[in-house]
């Protein structure tokens, strides 16, 4: 069964930076696209960022371009969000999620970006 | 990037009758290199992750009713819930993977 765990949620100021993980089993994690999609209280999906198997490939959504990064440990079947320069409008619940079709998601961990 | 537009917000329906929930995208995601439509449908509870229930348009994941179906191709698509049960009261997104992933905006559907 696959199991996704996000962790590193929080309440950070504007301007901060935040650091998700996610801890992945139940599947071959080095064979799987990894993606980041977070929703805002009361709002619809939006997908931030994926990573190619082996980490040699990345995308993101205009918007997060060049204030987030994402990456991932294959030893440690673990993928991350560097969250940097934070803005209000980033509040949201961040969903791991595998798979080039966003097959499976973990619960989310949220993040609340407010002064 | 591909725009998805679910038409219709909100649905309200009997129980035991159909709902059908419709989607179009900005360009078609039909793949002529493998002829498959790279859309997918997903179900969201309250206070729950969504679930994905179709991909590649029309094949149900492993475990959904098969109340749910999936049609449509190139850029028009359909969800249709063929008798509609209590705990299928959700909102539900179709999500297009051609390219880099966009959704809809969801349809809630509610029990009439």
């Known amino acids: 069964e696959v199991q996704l765990v996000e962790s590193g949620g929080g309440l950070v100021q504007p301007g901060g930076s935040l650091r998700l993980s996610c801890a992945a089993s139940?599947?071959?994690?080095?064979?799987?696209?990894m993606n980041w999609v977070r929703q805002a209280p009361g709002k619809g999906l939006e997908w931030v960022a994926n990573i190619k198997q082996g980490g040699g490939e990345t995308l993101y959504v205009d918007s997060v371009k060049g204030r987030f990064t994402i990456s991932r440990d294959d030893a440690q079947n673990s993928l991350y969000l560097q969250m940097n320069s934070l803005r209000v409008e980033d509040t949201a619940v961040y969903y791991c999620?595998?798979?080039?079709?966003?097959?499976?998601w973990g619960l989310g961990t949220l993040v609340t970006v407010s002064s | 990037d591909i725009v998805m537009t679910q038409s219709t917000d909100s649905l309200a329906v009997s129980l035991g009758e159909r709902a059908t929930i419709n989607c179009k995208s900005s360009q078609t995601v039909l793949s002529s290199s493998d002829n498959k439509n790279y859309l997918a449908w997903f179900q969201q509870k309250p206070g729950q992750p969504p679930k994905m229930l179709i991909y590649w348009a029309s094949t149900r994941k492993s475990g959904v009713p098969d109340r749910f179906s999936g049609s449509g191709s190139g850029t028009d698509f359909t969800l249709t819930i063929s008798s509609l049960q209590a705990e299928d009261v959700a909102v539900y997104y179709c999500?297009?993977?051609?390219?880099?992933?966009?959704f809809g905006l969801g349809t809630k559907v509610e029990i009439k």
């Open positions: 139940g599947f071959t994690f080095s064979n799987s696209w």
């Open positions: 999500q297009q993977y051609y390219g880099i992933p966009t």
């Open positions: 999620v595998t798979g080039w079709g966003l097959d499976d």
